[in-house]
């Protein structure tokens, strides 16, 4: 059973435009949500993160929104940018620092020029 | 700080050997996780280690095993390898200070033919 879920494998957006990804979750357990970014042949790297407590986080380009009743998140990038193609990834964390993080499988943003 | 190190970064085995990986994580943090990405599988947790101890165990065979040593550092150990372990192994550590937040490294490629 998949606790995490990114239903676009893929999204496609023009250079400039706003992309939106998607992530919906199924433990109400789940207390905190990160976003990582992923290129080719590199190892995740961490995007922005809210905590429960929050319904809204922004860091630049990247705001990510959480609705808690829906238990779903999306990941808002404005304006887009060439570099900004790559893979997305959806995590989340239960209660408690020991808990390990569980992953969606991805989005592969392509923003076009 | 340098940042985590996985080695090798590619790695060509055959069905029924065995093979270990290397993760070195960023100096001072304590916790290494283990994650196996396949394409369209996402990134699923495998197991972490914290101060020479595995704290938590995602859901993988007997196949799959890991330790990690007193300056932090981890391996992982694949036996009896199968067609399906391909896949692209990512250590992932974090300290104290970061909680729930880890840093990934470039990752293991390895193919099994």
Known sequence: DQQVKQNSPSLSVQEGRISILN???????FDYFLWYKKYPAEG????????SIKDKNEDGRFT?????????????????????????????????????LVFGKGTRLSVIA | KAGVTQ???????????????????IS?????SWYQQTPGQ???????????????????????SGRQFSNSRSEMN?????????????CASSGIRQGRFQFFGPGTRLTVL
């Open chain 1, 64 to 100: 990510v929104f959480l609705n808690k009743s829906a238990k779903h998140l999306s990941l808002h990038i404005v304006p887009s940018q060439p570099g900004d193609s790559a893979v997305y990834f959806c995590a989340a964390s239960a209660s408690g620092r020991n808990t390990p």
């Open chain 2, 7 to 25: 080695t090798p970064r590619y790695l060509i085995k055959t069905r029924g050997q065995q093979v270990t990986l290397s993760c070195s994580p």
């Open chain 2, 42 to 64: 996402g990134l699923q947790f495998l197991f972490e280690y914290f101060s020479e101890t595995q704290r938590n165990k995602g859901n993988f065979p007997g196949r799959f």
């Open chain 1, 23 to 29: 992530c919906d979750y199924t433990n109400s357990m």
């Open chain 1, 44 to 51: 995740p790297t961490f995007l922005i993160s809210i905590s």
């Open chain 2, 28 to 32: 001072g943090h304590r916790s290494v």
């Open chain 2, 78 to 90: 694949v036996s009896t390898l199968e067609l399906g372990d391909s896949a692209l192994y990512l």
